[in-house]
């Protein structure tokens, strides 16, 4: 398997533009976490979705971010508008079926820069 | 409060020294338990697990205290190599189940 896939690598984009992180999760993972990670605050949870559906979004900082995943393989991280302080690097991980407590699997990362 | 609290470091020792890393959690219903590690400008890893008995994987001790909420890492005969972030994993079920990471303890091995 690929692995966990993320796209870009890497995005610049201005003050006030849309910006879309896509993720592949590894096949037949059940659930998918949204993370961001910034020297001053870490890695952060931001969504997850287990069977595509979100649980959790108590992370996501403010309605400007939303998170979608419309089949099993395949979900996408939007803020709109974006902000400088969105500037971060941000990770999608996925996890084994059927076993919640198992380990998570990262994609190498989105690094967003907001000017 | 964070739900997974580590001392961010950065420790600093000599290659060939232990070094320990500790770690608390303050949801007791906590369940999995995981060290990684993330290198410089790459995604994180898993290092390995940490099950109730405590475990051993070469060089690597992992400790988990239930009562405690408290888990710990040991890393005996540094490497430089095993200078990254070392950041300490808590995975909680009830209804589904989420995945928390500390902030990262930051270890640099020096020649």
């Known amino acids: 398997d690929a692995g966990v896939i993320q796209s870009p690598r890497h995005e610049v984009t201005e003050m006030g533009q849309e910006v879309t992180l896509r993720c592949k999760p590894i096949?037949?993972?059940?659930?998918l976490f949204w993370y961001r990670q910034t020297m001053m605050r870490g890695l952060e949870l931001l969504i997850y979705?287990?069977?595509?559906?979100?649980?959790?979004d108590s992370g996501m900082p403010e309605d400007r971010f939303s998170a979608k995943m419309p089949n099993a393989s395949f979900s996408t991280l939007k803020i709109q508008p974006s902000e400088p302080r969105d500037s971060a690097v941000y990770f999608c991980?996925?996890?084994?079926?059927?076993?919640?407590?198992?380990?998570?699997?990262f994609g190498q990362g989105t690094r967003l820069t907001v000017v | 409060r964070k739900e997974v609290e580590q001392d961010p470091g950065p420790f600093n020792v000599p290659e060939g020294a232990t070094v320990a890393f500790n770690c608390t959690y303050s949801?007791?219903?906590?369940?999995?338990f995981f060290w990684y590690r993330q290198d410089c400008r790459k995604e994180p890893k898993l290092l390995m697990s940490?099950?109730?008995s405590g475990n051993e994987d070469g060089r690597f001790t992992a400790q988990l205290n239930r009562a405690s909420q408290y888990i710990s890492l040991l890393i005996r005969d540094s490497k430089l190599s095993d200078s990254a972030t070392y950041l300490c994993?808590?995975?909680?079920?009830?209804?589904?189940?989420?995945?928390?990471f500390g902030s990262g303890t930051r270890l640099s091995i020096r020649p």
């Open positions: 994993v808590v995975r909680t079920y009830s209804s589904a189940s989420k995945i928390i």
């Open positions: 940490v099950y109730s």
């Open positions: 949801n007791s219903a906590s369940q999995s």
């Open positions: 096949s037949g993972h059940d659930y």
């Open positions: 991980a996925s996890s084994f079926p059927g076993r919640g407590l198992a380990e998570a699997f």
């Open positions: 979705f287990n069977n595509n559906v979100p649980i959790d």
